[in-house]
């Protein structure tokens, strides 16, 4: 898996977006970017992955720059419960492990 | 479809101890994977199977760990003689193919004094 790299901690207000960056500059070709998030205490769950094209979910949105060396993760409304740690992998799907870093911890605030 | 279950949700144990968890996986689901987290670390990868075959073990998986999916349904994760490193949450994960997102269960939390 390519490495990623994204910040420590974000912090967002309740109703706006929440954009949470991912940096993958040395993804090959044949890498997806998935996101996934752990609300403590609990299992991550799958949010969202893309190869090139944006991707659009009932959760989220990814972009994915025209280079592939980066992504945004939206959240369009952030609520409360969005409050969790969340995690950018790249992953090309032949190898059978998710290589998780240390994601972003956001915080959503009212 | 309940998702997956792990039992039991916490597990604590005195060193030296044999420990045992269970994952039960969505039905429909042929691949399963067991992870490990501690404390501020993000999950990291222990062993997977397709169906009842164990096809990829980590380094992280040394021989006290062993792990089985008998009749590819359920599995477990047996740690034997437990060590005070070992305390950490075990989590499984399952999915239906490998362009697939993972659904992972709530995890099974060990504390070894």
């Known amino acids: 898996d390519a490495k990623t790299t994204q910040p420590t901690s974000m912090d967002c207000a309740e109703g706006r977006a929440a954009n949470l960056p991912c940096n993958h500059s040395?993804?090959?070709?044949?890498?997806?970017v998935y996101w996934y998030r752990q609300i403590h205490s609990q299992g991550p769950q799958y949010i969202i992955h893309?190869?090139?094209n944006n991707e659009t979910n009932e959760m989220a949105s990814l972009i994915i720059t025209e280079d592939r060396k980066s992504s945004t993760l939206i959240l369009p409304h952030a609520t409360l419960r969005d409050t969790a740690v969340y995690y950018c992998?790249?992953?090309?799907?032949?190898?059978?492990?998710?290589?998780f870093g240390g994601g972003t911890r956001l915080m959503v605030k009212p | 479809d309940t998702g997956v279950s792990q039992n039991p949700r916490h597990k604590i144990t005195k060193r030296g101890q044999n420990v045992t968890f269970r994952c039960d996986p969505i039905?429909?689901?042929?691949?399963l994977y067991w992870y490990r987290q501690t404390l501020g670390q993000g999950p990291e990868f222990l062993t997977y199977?397709?169906?009842?075959?164990?096809?990829?073990k980590s380094r992280l998986l040394s021989d006290r760990f062993s792990a089985e999916r008998p009749k590819g349904s359920f599995s477990t994760l047996e740690i034997q003689r437990t060590e005070q490193g070992d305390s950490a949450m075990y989590l499984c994960?399952?999915?239906?193919?490998?362009?697939?997102?993972?659904?992972f269960g709530s995890g099974t939390r060990l504390t070894v004094v």
């Open positions: 039905s429909e689901h042929n691949r």
């Open positions: 199977f397709q169906n009842e075959a164990q096809l990829e």
């Open positions: 992998i790249a992953n090309n799907n032949a190898g059978n492990m998710l290589t």
């Open positions: 893309g190869l090139k």
């Open positions: 994960a399952s999915s239906s193919g490998q362009y697939y997102g993972y659904t």
């Open positions: 040395t993804i090959s070709g044949n890498e997806y």
